[in-house]
């Protein structure tokens, strides 16, 4: 159990676009999922907090209106990436905890590989 | 806000030898330690993890240690192996800040045959 699903694994785009990224909680509900980015040879950046049926809550210096988060169902939350620049170029982590194991233990997608040309 | 600090950012040893990865943490508040192990181009995997009320976690080749007083936790891999070298992340959280993780810096480790 306690897996989550990422789509797409992999996508490039070119500058001014944006990209649209899904994140799935595949057997169970996720009332709270998080979106990480991850630059070549670095460590994760958390960069919000994605709350069902509630704004999303952005990490210091994250643009909210940059990137979008929508947590529509208990089972996805997606991030657009909007107008992206090669600045956006990184890899996007989302996890997600699983209820009913005390709201501690996070579970991470497989992570989706933005490029933008 | 939090912050974590993790030591070394890298690190090579010899097959059949330990690997010790530090961290230290500024919130005493935090009282969930995970670490995860992360392949190239893949997702971060939970290893093992410990709260604020246990010293000591082992599961067989590894085990983590805390101190809570001086606010660093520890990794130690024995025996290590090749299919131990990946990169190795630390972090810490708190209920009260709705259990965000804190990512240490990460630790590059490999074990040379």
């Known amino acids: 159990g306690a897996v989550v699903s990422q789509h797409p694994s992999w996508v490039i785009c070119k500058s001014g676009t944006s990209v649209k990224i899904e994140c799935r909680s595949l057997?169970?509900?996720?009332?709270?999922m998080f979106w990480y980015r991850q630059f070549p040879k670095q460590s994760l950046m958390l960069m919000a907090t994605?709350?069902?049926?509630?704004?999303?809550?952005?990490e210091q210096g994250v643009e909210k209106d940059k990137f979008l988060i929508n947590h529509a169902s208990l089972t996805l939350s997606t991030l657009t990436v909007t107008s992206a620049h090669p600045e956006d170029s990184s890899f996007y982590i989302c996890?997600?905890?699983?209820?009913?194991?005390?709201?501690?233990?996070?579970?991470f997608g497989p992570g989706t590989r933005l490029t933008v040309l | 806000g939090e912050n974590v600090e993790q030591h070394p950012s890298t690190l090579s040893v010899q097959e059949g030898d330990s690997a010790v990865i530090k961290c230290t943490y500024s919130?005493?508040?935090?009282?969930?330690f995970p670490w995860y192990k992360q392949e190239l181009g893949k997702r971060p995997q939970l290893i093992i993890d410990?709260?604020?009320?246990?010293g000591e976690k082992k599961d067989q080749r590894i085990a983590v240690t805390l101190n809570k007083t001086a606010k660093h936790f520890s990794l130690h891999i024995t025996e290590t192996q090749p299919e131990d070298s990946a990169v190795y992340f630390c972090?810490?959280?708190?209920?009260?800040?709705?259990?965000?993780?804190?990512f240490g810096g990460g630790t590059r480790v490999l074990v040379k045959p």
């Open positions: 996890s997600a905890r699983v209820p009913d194991r005390g709201q501690i233990e996070q579970f």
């Open positions: 057997d169970f509900q996720a009332t709270t």
């Open positions: 994605s709350n069902e049926g509630s704004k999303a809550t952005y």
């Open positions: 919130d005493s508040a935090s009282n969930y």
């Open positions: 410990i709260r604020s009320n246990v």
């Open positions: 972090a810490a959280s708190q209920r009260a800040a709705g259990n965000k993780l804190t």
